[in-house]
């Protein structure tokens, strides 16, 4: 027997419909890319996206187009995430940070059919321009006064001047929820860059989760700083359960800086943020070179979400003690829109001392309803969700892909219908869960597994190391054996036998690298994270002061 419920379809048009009525007067603010601060509203935002529908219904975009978008976070960034999937067509959110031809690779696969442009990428994307075969037209994300001169670009169109020439009445339209709504493309640190396509009903089922207190709690309470990129898994869906719930926006453009977020941070007095944890080292970076800075005048942060990759356990303390801000360690992928676990506490955590505590919110969080977790050994077996077995991270549900765009990668479900994420967790009866690795990276020693994430954590404990990284290594005896890489502080000094002796008491004495070395900076992938291939590369031929004797 079939309920009687309205079968009213999930639209991403519905969230900001009701964010225009009912929290209308709540500020979108943004450091333009033009450099003034802009202020409007949820109302404004409505008003400017349907605009912008129109626009796009007059170059010509039907539903199912894809629309490119080469942007910082904005408020004009914003009105494509509106505009373009309310009215059924698909915002592509490109990364600038990929390198050109990865760049060039996706919008040809994605098809885009005009692609939005901050001014910051016009250069960028005229390199690129005559290898796009799709695109129709560019379109400048500025007014008339900051448009480039002489651009290469061809069929150029200026943003302001495109919605000036339009009405606000724009009825969105209904259609099934299923409708692809948004496309993203993993970064591809091997092979090419694959695209996941989600769904009006996915991306408001995740959103609803975004909202709940035991995910990320988003509020109308809250003052929220989007440092994650828009361009960078849906800022984590934030864009659209900021509309859900009413919250206030504040978007950074293009200064992501420690002075730039610290200044935003104290003029808007956030009480919300979320960035990947390079963000968070420059603003450190940034506070300890002003020490003068009035941190509690300035900074009124309660939560901040880290995620993207793990959250040292240095940064976590430091939030908590010097800012009184909780770190809700985060974990997720864009196949999975992208959130999967939360660091939210139990009631039973209540009672911790800050530093049980913080063990608790090292781990990357709660599995969120939505979505179901499984671990597994390489014989696709069941391991116990004890907090100690780890395996490999399968998961499940609404808002996960079920495929990549155009098929690539083939079938991806295992035959329950669970997709294998490539990290390596452990998850305990409560449903914590914690990475231990990615996969590819965990260093494999004398058939033994040893987390690379692990010894990155204890080493940027060390006061004097900035960032830290850890790889395997060939060694004779044992197939591979992690050599730590090591950037220091500014000013700070710290050598080899320093370092292992630090890290002597923090973990079992044979995960102690064989060998620690100092570089001035480490690669990152487009979305922040350590680049290993590169220093798996750049370390082929590193020869371990250990591997002589074993051999
Ligand atoms: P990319 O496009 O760089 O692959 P994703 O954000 O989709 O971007 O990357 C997802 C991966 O990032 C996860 O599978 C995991 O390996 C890593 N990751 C994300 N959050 C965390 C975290 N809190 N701790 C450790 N690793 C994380």
């Known amino acids: 027997m079939l309920g009687l419920m309205q079968k009213e379809p999930l639209l991403i048009s519905s969230l900001i419909k009701y964010a225009a009525l009912y929290h209308g007067d709540t500020e979108i603010v943004t450091r333009t890319i033009e450099g003034p601060i802009h202020r409007y509203t949820y109302r404004d935002l409505h008003a400017r996206s349907k605009r912008l529908a129109n626009a796009l219904t007059r170059l010509g975009v039907g539903q199912g187009d894809r629309i490119g978008t080469l942007a910082w976070n904005t408020y ?72 480039p001169a002489d651009s ?32 993203c493309y993993t970064s591809g640190t091997t092979g090419n860059p694959k695209g996941v396509l989600y769904s009006h009903r996915s991306t408001v089922l995740h959103s609803f989760a975004v909202c709940m207190k035991d995910c990320l709690g988003l509020s109308s309470y809250d003052n929220a700083l989007i440092i994650v990129p828009l361009f960078h898994a849906n800022a984590w869906g934030i864009p659209y359960a900021a509309a859900m719930c009413g919250a206030k926006l504040v978007f950074p453009g293009a200064k992501l800086d420690g002075a730039s977020v610290h200044d935003l941070l104290k003029t808007e007095q956030c009480n919300f943020s979320l960035g990947v944890p390079t963000v968070w080292l420059m603003f450190f970076q940034h506070l300890d070179a002003n020490p003068d800075i009035d941190l509690k005048a300035d900074i009124k942060l309660e939560r901040v979400v880290i995620g993207g990759s793990a959250a040292p356990r240095a940064m976590i ?50 599995v969120v ?75 494999k020693s004398g058939g033994e597994w040893i987390s690379s994430i692990d010894l990155e954590n204890a080493a940027v404990g060390h006061p004097a190391v900035q960032e830290a990284a850890v790889i395997g290594v060939y060694h004779a005896k044992w197939q591979e054996r992690p050599l730590l890489i090591c950037v220091k502080k500014e000013g700070q000094e710290v050598d080899r036998e ?10 079992a004495k044979w995960w102690l690298p064989d060998d620690v070395v100092f570089v001035d900076q480490l690669p990152h992938t487009a979305t922040g994270k350590l680049l290993k291939t590169k220093l798996r590369q750049d370390f082929a031929e590193h020869k371990l002061p250990t591997a002589d004797a074993a051999e």
């Open 498 to 507: 320093q370092m292992l002796a630090f890290l002597e008491d923090k973990v």
């Open 369 to 443: 309803y939505g979505v179901e977790t499984k671990i597994i050994d390489d014989d696709g077996n069941e391991l116990p969700r004890d907090g100690v077995a780890f395996g490999n991270l399968m998961v499940k549900g609404p808002w996960i892909t079920a495929g990549y765009f155009k098929g690539d990668g083939g079938e991806i479900l295992d035959g329950d219908g669970f997709f294998n994420t490539g990290d390596v967790a452990t998850l305990d009866p409560d449903g914590y869960m914690q990475i231990t690795d990615r996969a590819k990276d965990v260093i």
């Open 317 to 366: 303390e430091r939030f908590w003690n010097q800012l009184g801000a909780y770190v809700v360690h985060a974990w997720g992928m864009t196949e999975m829109s992208p959130l999967g676990t939360t660091g939210t506490l139990l009631p039973k955590h209540a009672k911790l001392s800050d530093k049980e505590r913080f063990d608790v919110q090292s781990k990357q969080g709660r």
């Open 76 to 147: 004009r960034h914003m009105e494509l995430y509106y505009g373009v999937s309310g009215m059924g067509a698909v915002l592509h959110t490109i990364n600038p940070r990929l390198f050109p031809e990865q760049i060039e690779y996706i919008a040809n696969h994605a098809e885009d059919q005009f692609i939005f442009v901050d001014l910051t990428f016009v250069p960028l994307l005229e390199a690129l321009a005559d290898k796009l075969t799709t695109v129709k037209g560019y379109v400048v994300m500025t007014d008339r006064e900051h448009m």
């Open 152 to 183: 290469k670009l061809p069929n150029l169109h200026c943003y302001e001047d495109l919605l000036a020439a339009e009405s606000d009445d724009f009825d969105w339209p209904e259609f099934d929820e299923n409708t692809a709504s948004s496309l």
